[in-house]
C-alpha cells in the first residue's frame, strides 16, 4: 500500500458518518426524545414535553451543514437542537409546524434562505 492510500484510507475512517446514521429524534402526542451515539463518543439521551415549549428557532445554513432547529423550554434555560438531517429531524419539524409551534410563513422563508436563524415567537418570552 502506498503511502497515499494509507492517507486516503485514513481520512476515510476519521471523517464521521451522516447524522441519519447516529442522531436519533423521535415523538409521541406527549413527548419527544433525542438519541445520540456519535462514533468514537458517549452515547447520550435526553428529551422533553410538547407542552413545555415557549420558543423555536430554524438555523438555516449552507450547504454542507445541516440546518437546525433550536427547542427552547421551560424545563430549562438551554435550547435542545435538533438537526434536519438526524433521523426523524425531518419528520419533527414537519410535527412542530402541525402543532403551529413555529409560524409557517416564516418556516418557508427559512427553508428558501442561504442562511439565518429564524425564531417564533419573535421575541423570547418575558420571564
Not at 78 to 86: D, K, N, T
Not at 99 to 119: H, K, M, N, T, V
Amino acid at each position: 500500500m502506498s503511502i497515499f492510500e494509507r492517507i486516503r484510507a485514513f481520512f476515510r475512517r476519521a471523517q464521521l458518518a451522516p447524522l441519519s446514521e447516529w442522531f436519533f429524534v423521535t415523538f409521541d402526542e406527549n413527548e419527544v426524545k433525542i438519541r445520540a451515539e456519535p462514533p468514537r463518543r458517549e452515547p447520550w439521551s435526553q428529551g422533553f414535553t410538547w407542552d413545555s415549549i415557549v420558543r423555536v428557532c430554524f438555523k438555516a445554513e449552507d450547504l454542507g451543514v445541516s440546518d437546525g432547529i433550536y427547542v427552547f423550554t421551560s424545563q430549562r434555560p438551554e435550547s435542545y437542537m435538533i438537526p434536519i438531517e438526524a433521523s426523524g429531524g425531518s419528520e419533527f419539524w414537519s410535527e412542530v409546524l402541525r402543532r403551529q409551534l413555529f409560524d409557517a410563513q416564516l418556516a418557508i422563508e427559512a427553508a428558501s434562505s442561504a442562511g439565518g436563524l429564524y425564531c417564533w415567537p419573535p421575541h423570547p418570552p418575558a420571564s
